[in-house]
């Protein structure tokens, strides 16, 4: 199932993109990582500016451990930074956290997305554990009258995955958009060079995003495909 032609032409280069954006990801950060912001704000300085000039209260800004682990937690009310961006004060370290933010105005003017994207968390951390099992089983047993129930149990669940990462892009764009315009009225941003460099390491992030859906979209194809057999 997993080496023959069609897989490889659908999986390959989604997989080479998905390389190439994290590869993007770390470079542009590591790159901009050295280059220091004229304001001196930090990143954890430059979340709560950017939350306090769109009147955001109530939600916490800790430090986070790992690499690149930022996040927004919508049910905690917390904005959780890594160390490199929450003690950073460079163009990567306000763009990642101003970036992340940019979620927390979205959670405080309900943004559909987001609020879309937090209804289907449930349903996709189910069904990214456990399709695999009923398509297998509906593969496995193709010569019994319920297995296509079984596959396309399977292609549902893996589905609803593919949809919450799609409804992910336009609520991670919309934050970076936010995230760029405050940090410039706020002047954290006050150069076109550390403008540029902030627009650089977000569309770099972005891409990861981009690679995730088009390589699970690729592999939904797939499936579909392979359950006509």
Not at 20 to 32: G, I, L, P, Y
Not at 103 to 111: C, L, N, T
Not at 222 to 227: I, M, P, W
């Amino acid at each position: 199932m997993f080496f023959d032609l069609q897989y490889l032409v659908l999986t390959i280069p989604a997989l080479l993109f998905s390389l190439w954006a994290q590869w993007k990801v770390h470079s542009t950060f590591d790159r901009f990582a050295k280059v220091g912001v004229q304001s001196g704000y930090s990143g954890a300085q430059a979340a709560q500016a950017v939350m306090q000039s769109a009147g955001v209260q109530g939600v916490r800004i800790e430090r986070h451990e790992g690499f690149l682990s930022d996040h927004y937690d919508p049910l905690a009310k917390a904005l959780r930074l890594s160390p490199h961006v929450y003690d950073g004060k460079s163009i990567s370290s306000v763009a990642v956290a101003a970036h992340e933010a940019g979620h927390a105005i979205q959670d405080q003017v309900g943004y559909p997305p987001l609020v879309w994207r937090s209804a289907l968390v449930p349903v996709c951390n189910v069904g990214n554990m456990i399709w695999i099992f009923p398509f297998m089983a509906g593969l496995v047993l193709r010569q019994l009258s319920f297995s296509p129930l079984l596959i396309w149990t399977g292609i549902g669940l893996f589905a609803a995955v593919v949809v919450f990462q799609i409804i992910t892009l336009p609520t991670e764009f919309n934050a970076s958009n936010r995230a760029k315009a405050v940090l410039a009225s706020t002047g954290i941003v006050s150069t076109q060079q550390e403008a540029d460099g902030v627009r650089r390491v977000l569309d770099a992030a972005a891409l990861t995003y981009v690679a995730a859906v088009a390589a699970s979209l690729l592999q939904l194809i797939d499936l579909v495909l392979r359950q006509r057999r």
